[in-house]
């Protein structure tokens, strides 16, 4: 019975600060910035193919991320009282500034690859072979079939036989792709670019450095409550929660990768990106305005 009351209190410190953390962080700058980096590198687009790792390590960053902020928050460590807290919100807003603009470019080019992808070029020569329809031995034509010649059909099979009335590039069988003239069958390539060091590197420390520095001043109110509760119960429960919502961002990323078109994606990274950029500059300006308030002389005597 006495055990039974003593692990009571600690258990509903744990779901407790685990719901906080979660509710906490679900709409929050770091859930969207998960779940935009989730479903999108800046150095090759939108994510498709076999980028589960990649993912993973959008998750863990950004996971790490939070971890570090309770971990220093528990300390009294705050980045911010060496730099200021308006700063590391502005180094944000204009990285994230800059990343609209990387997924604005990207989308252009899908665009115009989208609308030139069907269309036959203006300067392309016609082939030699159809700039004038060939005819049957001895000049007869009758409308746009050869006329019937058995000498051409000497194999029995229907074909005609090179050097007989024809060509090499008559008796030439149809390939797909064989001709790079218009009428060709395009051999299209749906892959995804291939997944390289660096595009890993930053799906790991990208989201590290946005999650962290864009409320590295903030004194949320789930950091006070894990703050105050001095237990080893409530840190598990804060770090389980913003595991939850991380999962939820992650989730919500595959499943818009999935059922949304890449071009419709990349308009909303870029509006995504470009809405977190105006909340952490808007962030930096309270910051700044309250330092320079808390500066001011009172203008008494």
Same mark, same amino acid.
């Given at each position: ?5 003593? $692990? ?9 600060? &685990?719901? !906080? ?7 929050? =700058? ?10 999108? *590198?800046?150095?090759?687009? #939108? ?9 993973? $390590? ?12 309770? &971990? /220093?928050?528990?300390?009294? #460590? ?36 989208? @609308? ?68 060709? #069958? ?14 890993? /590197? @930053? ?19 789930? /950091? ?19 595991? !939850? ?5 992650? #989730?919500?990323?595959? =499943? ?14 870029? *509006? ?8 952490? /500059? ?20």
């Amino acid at each position: 019975l006495n055990s039974s009351l003593l $692990l009571a209190p600690m258990a509903v410190r744990f779901w407790e600060a &685990a719901a !906080l953390c979660f509710v906490a962080e679900i709409g929050d =700058v770091t859930f969207f910035q998960t779940a935009v980096f989730a479903m999108w *590198c800046p150095l090759r687009g #939108i994510r498709r193919g076999p980028c589960a790792l990649e993912r993973s $390590l959008v998750l863990t960053g950004s996971l790490l991320a939070l971890t570090m902020r309770v &971990a /220093l928050r528990q300390l009294e #460590i705050s980045f911010s009282r060496a730099t200021g807290e308006g700063l590391a919100p502005l180094g944000v807003s204009v990285l994230m500034l800059g990343l609209a603009v990387r997924a604005y470019l990207q989308l252009k080019c899908s665009d115009r690859a989208v @609308t030139s992808g069907g269309q036959m070029p203006e300067d392309q020569e016609k082939p030699a072979s159809a700039a004038q329809a060939p005819t049957a031995p001895g000049g007869s034509f009758l409308g746009n079939f050869k006329a019937y010649n058995p000498s051409e059909y000497a194999a029995g099979r229907g074909y005609p036989v090179q050097g007989v009335g024809t060509t090499s590039e008559e008796s030439r069988p149809i390939s797909a792709g064989a001709s790079a003239g218009y009428g060709a #069958i395009p051999q299209v390539k749906d892959e995804a670019p291939e997944s390289s060091a660096l595009s890993k /590197l @930053t799906a790991l420390w990208l989201p590290f450095l946005v999650a962290y520095f864009a409320e590295a001043g903030s004194q949320g109110m789930e /950091l006070q409550v894990l703050h105050d509760g001095h237990s080893m119960s409530s840190m598990c429960g804060g770090f389980l929660g913003y595991a !939850l919502a991380t999962m939820v961002a992650g #989730i919500t990323s595959f =499943v818009l990768e999935r059922q949304v078109s890449p071009a419709t994606l990349l308009f909303g990274v870029m *509006c995504s990106t470009a809405a977190i950029s105006l909340a952490c /500059l808007r962030s930096a300006c309270l910051f700044l305005l309250a330092a320079a308030y808390s500066l001011a002389p009172s203008g008494k005597a």
